[in-house]
C-alpha cells in the first residue's frame, strides 16, 4: 500500500527525476521572457550597490585567519544571519549546514531559511522569507542579513520588492553568491 507523498521521494531516486520534476513543474506554468530581468528594471527599487571588492577583502581576511584564529571576528555579532538556499536544495541534505554550523559555533545568530520551497515560484518563496526574517528580528530584535545562493538571491530579492515597507528596516543587506540577477 502507498503511503501519502512517498512516491515523490521514489521519483528523486530515479536517474532522471529531477528532469521529470522540472519538466511537470514547467508545464503547469507559463512560462515567460517578459519577467526575465524584472528586478533590474523596476526603478521603484533602490540601485544596486556592488560590493564584490569589499567582500573579497573581508573573504581573504577571513581565509588567512582560519577558523582557529577567529576567522569569524571580522563578523558583525549585531545582526542576525539568514541563509537563503537556491533551487532545489532540499535534494542536497546538509546545504549551508556546516556554514550555518560555523557562525553559530563562533558565536553568531544563524539559521537556514528552510521554508523555502526549492522549486517554487518567487512569491511562494517571498512569502517564506518574509516569515523567516520576521520571525528573526522578532527572537533576537536584531536587523537581518540575508546571505542567498543562486535561486535565493532572486526570491530574496522578490521578498524585499513585494513587502519593502515591512521588510526594509528589518534588512542590513544582502550577500548575492551565484545569484542569476537580472536573468
Not at 33 to 59: A, T
Not at 66 to 92: A, C, H, S
Request: aromatic residues 10%; positive net charge; charged residues 25%.
Amino acid at each position: 500500500k502507498d503511503v501519502p507523498g512517498t512516491r515523490f521521494l521514489d521519483k528523486l531516486l530515479s536517474p532522471f527525476a529531477i528532469l521529470s520534476v522540472l519538466l511537470s513543474r514547467a508545464e503547469s506554468r507559463k512560462l515567460s521572457s517578459e519577467h526575465i530581468g524584472w528586478l533590474k528594471r523596476d526603478k521603484s527599487l533602490p540601485g544596486v550597490q556592488d560590493k564584490s571588492e569589499r567582500f573579497n577583502d573581508i573573504l581573504l581576511t577571513m581565509q588567512e585567519r582560519g577558523p582557529e584564529n577567529g576567522m569569524y571576528d571580522t563578523l558583525r555579532k549585531d545582526v542576525f544571519y539568514i541563509f537563503v538556499p537556491g533551487f532545489l536544495w532540499q535534494i542536497y541534505p546538509d546545504y549551508f549546514s556546516s556554514t550555518v554550523k560555523a557562525f553559530r559555533n563562533s558565536g553568531l545568530q544563524a539559521k537556514l531559511c528552510s521554508q523555502v520551497g526549492g522549486a517554487s515560484g518567487v512569491y511562494e518563496n517571498a512569502a517564506a522569507i518574509r516569515r523567516e526574517i520576521l520571525d528573526a528580528h522578532s527572537a533576537s530584535n536584531k536587523t537581518v542579513v540575508l546571505i542567498t545562493h543562486s535561486k535565493g538571491g532572486i526570491d530574496s530579492a522578490g521578498a524585499l520588492a513585494l513587502y519593502k515597507d515591512e521588510l526594509m528596516p528589518l534588512v542590513r543587506g544582502i550577500v548575492f553568491c551565484q545569484c542569476p540577477y537580472g536573468g
